[in-house]
Nanobody
Framework: QVQLVESGGGLVQPGGSLRLSCAAS????????MGWFREAPGKEREFVAQ??????YYADSVKGRFTISRDKDKSSQYLQMNSLKPEDTAVYYC???????????????????WGQGTQVTVSS
């Protein structure tokens, strides 16, 4: 059974950093695309970052500040978030999609499994 569990969210001041983790079970990260999305109050869920077999994509709003990575030995995916801004406040979700894979940027509807989300609040 595929399961994703996020952690690492919290309250941070503007300019601060957080690292979100997504623990995966029931499948191998080697053959799955991994993505991060976020949903702010009153807004639609939006794409943040994607890693498919080492090919990465980032939303323009986070490019240069966020980094997606994975540790296959730990079956975990990470989102390192630096220089956080109040507008980064949202619930962050990790998601995954199995084979067949393509290297293009995926839409949220193409992801098969989702975590429960972790709250990130950027405020002074």
């Amino acid at each position: 059974q595929v399961q994703l569990v996020e952690s690492g969210g919290g309250l941070v001041q503007p300019g601060g950093s957080l690292r979100l983790s997504c623990a995966a079970s029931g499948f191998s990260l080697d053959y799955f695309a991994m993505g991060w999305f976020r949903e702010a109050p009153g807004k639609e869920r939006e794409f943040v970052a994607q890693d498919t077999l080492g090919t990465t994509y980032y939303a323009d709003s986070v490019k240069g500040r966020f980094t997606i990575s994975r540790d296959k030995d730990k079956s975990s995916q990470y989102l390192q978030m630096n220089s956080l801004k109040p507008e980064d406040t949202a619930v962050y979700y990790c998601a995954t999609k199995g084979p067949p894979l393509r290297l293009a940027k995926l839409t949220q509807w193409e992801y098969t499994y989702w975590g429960q989300g972790t709250q990130v609040t950027v405020s002074s």
